[in-house]
């Protein structure tokens, strides 16, 4: 190890405990505005990442026009604070040298458009707990952020307290809101889930509360909403960032009084069920944005956890992808092309977990492809490993995409409408970071056509 390298200090460490538990042992740093639009401001950095930019949902957000939306990140990590430029337009750099990634010394000066900010390492520690578990529920996980995760998840399914868990979209929130209700006290009720980011903003509102019949055009009988319908056991609002405005006080009066009110009914009715709510957003800049209201956002925040995403524990992929192919019927013992496992771990994941085992599927159902097919899903990208096209095959002009020439038409143009779909999407979702009301908005989509289309193509 060179004398540089070995000045950079370690970010985490795990510790044995007298009575055989584990403990992450987290170092706090600390970034401070020099200089810019917002120099005196202060982030203290804790166990979780912090990302820098422009953008609302960014946890250190800049008035500066000329940083990016999403402009860096720094991830605490064994090896240290590991500081990504998220490929932001006019760069990143580190005591004066552009980086697009580098473990940070203990202190250092970062620059990024008209903004100067210090980095320092505190000598404040967090300690993490970790579980002795690398599977809880349908969530895999060896690694030591991922056993961090479950221990708080095991302690919180024994409460009965409001969860929260947030997390960019394919991390699994939902199946972790899962494992909670089947640990829990309530395991015998029912798990219901709603999706707010997929209703009709007119329907929202009887989707979560019920109504009467003949309180709306087409409320033709009586409908129990979920809290009721749960009785005794879960309710898990997904995406609860979306839930509009004017319904977070009747949320938030639902949860202080544990009573709801159905559409056009002037009672209310009790009822007993918890609420796990998940969201891909950052809802204390949706806070301070006026778009969430902050006493909806602490009743709903009792207990907060993080899914991280499956760039910051790349070393889970080979044991995921042998998981998904066995599940698949596979054999996880068989190596995978040199190329394909190298293209594997060194893709970025914005779809996360969720997208990996799509890859994995079209690995089991097309083998021999390239990694490049693989991973984008489309039909356009080599036909064989080495990349060339096969016999007879023709690409679209200027689209990239295969015309199946030994297809009748109406059935070859359905197939290529499919990959022409699911190609642009992908590719969509990943500008956009998995953002699906920014994906609606650069494609002129409606949110619920995006969630269809997503959710045909396997992409949510």
Known sequence: ?????????????????????????????????????????????????????SGEDCDVVLADAAVSTHHLEIVPLPDGFLLRDEDSTNGTFVDGYRVRSIYLPA?????????????????????????????????????EVMRAVFAVLERVAKADATLLIEGESGTGKDVAARAVHERSARSGGL??????????????ESELFGHRRGAFTGATNDRVGPFEAAEGGTVFLDEIGELPLELQPKLLRALETRTVRRVGDNDT???????????????????????????????ISVIRVRMPPLRERREEIPRLVAHFLSELGRDPSEPLPESVGRALNSHNWPGNVRELRNVVERLALIPGMSADYYLDGSAG???????????????????????PLDKPFHE???????LFERSYLSRMLDRCEGNISELARVTGLSRQSCHRLLARHDLV
Not at 20 to 38: N, T
Not at 383 to 403: F, K, M, P, W
């Open 107 to 143: 202190t250092a000066t970062i620059e990024l458009g008209e903004t100067r900010l210090s980095f320092s390492i505190s000598s404040e520690e967090l300690e993490l707990p970790l579980s002795r578990r690398t599977k809880l529920g349908g969530l895999l996980g060896h690694s």
């Open 412 to 418: 070859g143009k359905a197939q290529w409408i499919e």
């Open 269 to 299: 009715r009790a009822f007993d069920a918890r609420l796990i709510a998940a969201t891909n957003r950052n809802l204390q800049q949706e806070v301070r944005a006026g778009r969430f209201r902050e006493d909806l956002y602490f009743r």
């Open 191 to 204: 798990f219901l889930a709603v999706d707010c980011g997929a209703i009709p903003h007119g329907l929202m």
């Open 381 to 403: 990208r080599a036909l064989h490993g080495d990349g060339s096209a096969g016999e007879g095959d023709e690409a679209a002009a200027g689209g990239g995409i295969e015309v």
């Open 1 to 53: 190890m060179s004398s540089e390298r070995a000045r950079i200090p370690a970010a985490t460490r795990v510790i044995q405990q007298p009575d055989g538990g584990r403990v992450m042992v987290v170092r706090k740093s600390r970034l401070e505005v020099l200089a810019g639009p917002d120099k005196g401001l202060v982030h203290e950095i804790g166990a979780e990442p912090t990302r820098v930019g």
